[in-house]
């Protein structure tokens, strides 16, 4: 059983950085590839990024491409999402998602948080 929490969102301007962390338990966390989606207002969840088991591979959106990386820290079992550059339309609530197999696809979590709100001001 794996369990994730979200935390880091919050309300910053435009060309501000965020990190987003997301807190993992559970035996198997570390054979786990990990993603982040998000999901903006009136529209469906997107995918984000995604990081390996290992560590040793990411995969972005094209949209956040240069701007946002995401990390894994095995000691804190907890993954992170740096934002930096953010725009207007990089708000919506960010989840983080689990998934026994290298996946980007929404439907392949097989676990997720609850989310945490991103809101950026223009």
């Known amino acids: 059983q794996v369990q994730l929490v979200e935390s880091g969102g919050g309300l910053v301007q435009a060309g501000d950085s965020l990190r987003l962390s997301c807190a993992a338990s559970?035996?198997?966390?570390?054979?786990?590839?990990m993603n982040w989606f998000r999901q903006a207002p009136g529209k469906e969840r997107e995918f984000v990024a995604a990081?390996?088991?290992?560590?040793?591979?990411?995969y972005y959106a094209d949209s956040v491409k240069g701007r946002f990386t995401i990390s894994r820290d095995y000691a804190k079992t907890t993954v992170y999402l740096q934002m930096n550059s953010l725009k207007p339309e990089d708000t919506a609530v960010y989840y983080c998602?689990?998934?026994?197999?290298?996946?980007?696809?929404?439907?392949?979590?097989?676990?997720w948080g609850k989310g945490t709100l991103v809101t950026v001001s223009s």
């Open positions: 990081i390996s088991w290992s560590g040793g591979n990411t």
């Open positions: 998602a689990a998934t026994s197999r290298w996946s980007v696809l929404t439907k392949d979590m097989g676990y």
């Open positions: 559970g035996r198997s966390f570390r054979n786990y590839p």
